[in-house]
């Protein structure tokens, strides 16, 4: 005898002799089937982002252009004259303005230079941008409004939206990050931001049209020390079998700042000079042997 497959009974039908709470059971299953089909296509409106991703360039601001002065960036007369005197000090053996020695976090923009590699986890509330060695950066795509007295980070506040093309997949990231905190500059030149610490970063990330393997961030940097907003694009290429490392910054760094000067811990672990004719550090609070 061949017997006939039956559909289950649509949410809310009533089959006389059929109990009610079973209903109820394949009214739940309809309405959670429904969900998850909703779930799968939404995720699947958003672009393959994943793998590792590495900087394609030297570490300077602006891929295109050489390291410090000539990157030519558009500095106010102000910032220019302290860019100028942080070569002279970084030519003398000095650190300048470059706060990265002391192993702080780049801060942004100049963490997107991506010095070691990073992945992006997307989700639809939030893209998460995860570093090697530097402290993780959410983008959050949710609709939200800037918070109001949010503490500051390195790293900033990041709002995000996805751009849709012709057939309804997003292909493209805008970003907007506020409330940075300082030290910061954009590379290791020394090349600086406003102290006031008010940089709005403007961001558009999405792949190359030929190469889904490379990744480009058109970033624009608005800043009291510039004279107009700076765009430079960074590029990345994708590694899809990646080996991640532990990168940790402090381990084995030698530097020493005291009074603002910056020293040297040798290898036999004593103090040294940095640079040359560098004064000793202010020992008052030691006894002299």
């Not at 470059?98 to 991506?114: D, Q, V």
Request: charged fraction near 25%; charge should be neutral; include cysteine.
């Amino acid at each position: 005898m061949r017997y006939r497959r039956l559909r289950p009974p649509a949410a809310g039908v009533f089959i006389p002799g059929m109990p009610h709470r079973f209903i109820l059971v394949l009214a739940l299953a309809a309405t959670l089937a429904a969900a998850a089909d909703a779930r799968a296509q939404d995720v699947s409106r958003y672009p393959d982002w994943s793998g590792q991703w590495l900087r394609i360039g030297g570490i300077q601001w602006d891929p295109s252009k050489p390291l410090g002065a000539g990157q030519k960036a558009p500095l106010t007369p102000e910032y220019q004259a302290l860019f100028d005197a942080n070569l002279a000090d970084q030519a003398h053996g000095g650190q300048g303005n470059n706060a990265r020695f002391t192993c702080i976090p780049h801060g942004m923009p100049r963490t997107m230079t991506a010095t070691f590699p990073f992945e992006i986890l997307i989700m639809p509330k939030t893209t998460y941008i995860l570093f090697e060695n530097q402290p993780d950066r959410r983008i959050y795509t949710d609709g939200r409004d800037w918070p109001q007295d949010g503490e500051p980070a390195f790293a900033g506040y990041s709002i995000g939206r996805w751009i849709a093309n012709a057939d309804g997949r997003f292909e493209m990231l805008e970003a907007e990050t506020r409330n940075m905190k300082g030290p910061r500059d954009f590379e290791t030149s020394g090349l600086p931001v406003h102290a006031d610490n008010r940089t709005v970063v403007l961001e558009k990330l999405y792949l190359d049209k030929a190469n889904v393997d490379i990744l480009h961030d058109e970033v624009t940097t608005i800043d009291h020390a510039l004279t107009r907003p700076w765009t430079v694009t960074k590029s990345y290429r994708r590694e899809r079998n990646p080996i991640w490392f532990d990168n940790n910054c402090p381990e084995n760094n030698n530097h020493v700042v005291i009074g603002g000067e910056n020293y040297f811990l040798s290898a036999d672990g004593l103090l040294m000079p940095a640079k040359k004719d560098q004064q000793p550090p202010d020992l008052r609070y030691f006894k002299p042997r």
